[in-house]
Nanobody, 123 residues
Framework: QVQLVESGGGLVQPGGSLRLSCVAS????????IGWYRQAPGKQRELVAD???????NYADSVKGRFTISSDNAKNTVYLQMNSLKPEDTAVYYC?????????????????WGQGTQVTVSS
């Protein structure tokens, strides 16, 4: 199996910064896409940012210029640096991995989610 462990959430004042981390461990052989989603109360889960093939980044319009996603492929880790945080960024943030997992001699594509970390932006 594959485990995703997130860290870095918390309470921050508007205009502040937080850095989220997510480490993928287990039988994952390679990662195609790794990224962050978020879900606010009463809203659908939405993409925040992701990285494809360790190179190409993609951001939601609402976070462009404020959030930066990066990854350390050797450590199967993804980071989300969040600056100039706003109250509307308050949500549970989930790490997501789309990759290949080894089952014996086979490689199978699988998608995994982390348990989520709460980010609250409030004065």
């Amino acid at each position: 199996q594959v485990q995703l462990v997130e860290s870095g959430g918390g309470l921050v004042q508007p205009g502040g910064s937080l850095r989220l981390s997510c480490v993928a461990s287990g039988r994952i052989s390679s990662i195609n896409v790794i990224g962050w989603y978020r879900q606010a109360p009463g809203k659908q889960r939405e993409l925040v940012a992701d990285i494809t093939s360790g190179v190409n980044t993609n951001y939601a319009d609402s976070v462009k210029g404020r959030f930066t996603i990066s990854s350390d492929n050797a450590k199967n880790t993804v980071y989300l640096q969040m600056n100039s945080l706003k109250p509307e960024d308050t949500a549970v943030y989930y790490c997501n991995v789309d990759g290949l997992v080894r089952y014996g001699v086979e490689l199978r594509r699988r998608v995994y989610w982390g348990q989520g970390t709460q980010v609250t932006v409030s004065s």
